[in-house]
């Protein structure tokens, strides 16, 4: 009897091994088709996302004192509000030794924050009316509200420039 006994508990032991190493196998199967499917699902959500973010992007053409260069133009209220105004022509005063301003005749919807650091190139509203195109990269502790940028911008020196803005 004591041998039946170990016959069956030696029996029973394979089917638990068995059974589990087939729930275990199961498990891992179903996370790798499951992981292939959210990967798949991510390299589609990511493609979409860049594909809107291309389809956003603007750009438009700015003319400093009759060089001219590209802008890219974000896609947020404040620079769609400007873009509706284009063309549009500024005497724009230097400031700092590494900015130009002009005040605009209409205020523009605001979202300002603190970049921290501003890049040369980057056009920029301080409040909600004061056009900011900034000719050297910097940090900083004021708060302005993203536009866009200008490609390739130089030194654009110590002296007021005019800049045209075209869709």
Do not use: W
């Amino acid at each position: 009897m004591k041998k039946g006994i170990k016959i069956f508990l030696i029996i029973l032991a394979i089917l638990i091994i068995v059974v589990l190493a087939d729930t275990i196998q199961s498990k891992v199967f179903n996370n790798k088709n499951l992981n292939s499917q959210t990967n798949i699902s991510d390299e589609n959500t990511n493609k979409n996302e860049v594909d809107k973010i291309m389809e956003d992007v603007i750009n438009i053409n700015v003319s400093i004192n009759n060089q001219k260069y590209n802008a890219t133009i974000e896609n947020n209220e404040t620079a769609k509000s400007f873009i509706s105004q284009l063309p549009q022509e500024f005497n724009m005063k230097e400031l700092n030794g590494n900015e130009k301003y002009t005040y605009l005749d209409e205020t523009l919807p605001t979202n300002s924050y603190n970049p921290k650091h501003i890049e040369k190139g980057d056009i920029m509203l301080y409040g909600n009316n004061c056009l900011v195109i900034f000719y050297k990269s910097f940090d900083t502790n004021y708060s302005y509200t993203r536009i866009g940028h200008i490609d390739n911008l130089p030194d654009l020196g110590n002296s007021d420039i005019i800049v045209n803005f075209e869709k």
